[in-house]
């Protein structure tokens, strides 16, 4: 377990880190010290080219391009998207039709199946859409924007549960169930929606036709989550399992729910009055979960669905999701 405390065990482009780069490209815009978060994400982005990570369909491997196209809005210089744009340029033109169905086909230490070269596990919907929105709106290229919505859809299709408004994992949960009998929804994973839309939507043309979906899912997402907080704060590993099932809280989960719901009060899509009570009780929470060290622990490892935790667990995604849930709190209280 040792190696989920270590950082330098994941590559500077792998989607571990590349949270912790989302969340410190927005916390910088809040931070009296911006100019040192700046120079630090840029030196990274030079020191690797400004590329993507080494599988260009697979939405881990995009996820870093989110801070090298908010660099790009900075500074305008075309090094920091040029890599991107090629990539998703090339995806465009040859797009992968495979299944979004969990086929796992091993080979050696790997496995690679047509579900990881589109959007079949949830957690794509944090790592690749916002790509997609920024480069449209960049690029003026509607059919990226076009891309998004199709392959989006395609992911609510197969994983969005309409009497719970929540997400499943991948389409292995669904046939799974908790102990109590109800569906599987791991809270990382519908974390990992939320705080997507809210990365997303900011891009998406406000006359565009389809912008309402987006808001609607993440209102409806917002609703439900609402209403099965904790009592301690937090959000379960499994939302809707019962507590003696999950007797410990999940900081990295209810960090990506808090960024969420406090960007949809701060953006005017969520009740301030009903909701920033559940936010400020999830803050104070996550808070609790610093150690004295300033470690940010209660920290699922990397998974697919619920597991377990220690309390002096840490990773780097969860620090980006800390940082994006310490950003909108800010907003909200300041």
């Given at each position: ?220 997402m917002a609703g439900a989550l609402k209403g099965i907080q904790r009592e301690d704060g937090t959000w379960s590993m499994g939302l809707l399992g019962d507590l003696e099932a999950y007797p410990d809280k999940e900081s990295s989960g209810t960090a990506l729910i808090t ?62 999701a800390f940082l994006l849930a310490a950003t909108e709190v800010y907003k909200l209280v300041e």
């Open positions: 377990t040792d190696r989920y405390r270590e950082p330098e065990n994941h590559h500077e482009l792998d989607w571990t880190n590349a949270v912790l780069y989302i969340g410190l490209d927005e916390f910088r815009e809040i931070a009296k010290n911006k100019r040192t978060y700046t120079d630090w994400l840029v030196d990274i982005g030079d020191r690797n080219g400004w590329r993507t990570w080494t599988r260009i369909y697979h939405a881990d491997d995009q996820a870093v391009a989110q801070v090298w196209l908010s660099l790009y809005e900075d500074f305008g210089d075309p090094a920091m998207e040029r890599e991107v744009y090629r990539n998703f340029n090339h995806i465009l033109r040859y797009p992968e039709t495979g299944s979004l169905e969990f086929d796992k086909r091993e080979r050696g230490y790997s496995f690679h199946s047509d579900f990881l070269d589109r959007w079949g596990w949830c957690d794509a919907l944090f790592m690749a859409p916002p790509i997609w929105a920024r480069l449209a709106e960049i690029r003026g290229r509607d059919r990226m924007l076009e891309f998004m919505d199709q392959e989006w859809q395609a992911t609510y299709d197969l994983l969005w549960v309409e009497e719970e408004n929540l997400f499943l994992r991948d389409s292995r949960f669904l046939t799974r169930s908790e102990k109590n009998g109800k569906p599987i929804f791991w809270s990382r994973g519908n974390g990992w929606v939320l705080s997507g839309l809210a990365l997303t939507i900011p891009h998406l043309p406000d006359d565009w036709e389809r912008r309402s979906f987006y808001t609607g899912v993440f209102q409806d960024h969420g719901l406090a960007w949809g009060i701060n953006n005017g899509l969520l009740d301030r009055e009903e909701y920033e009570p559940i936010v400020l009780k999830a803050w104070h929470a996550l808070a609790d979960c610093v150690t004295e060290e300033g470690i940010f622990g209660h920290v699922q490892p990397i998974g697919y669905a619920p597991g377990e935790i220690f309390a002096d667990k840490t990773e780097v995604y969860a620090v980006g």
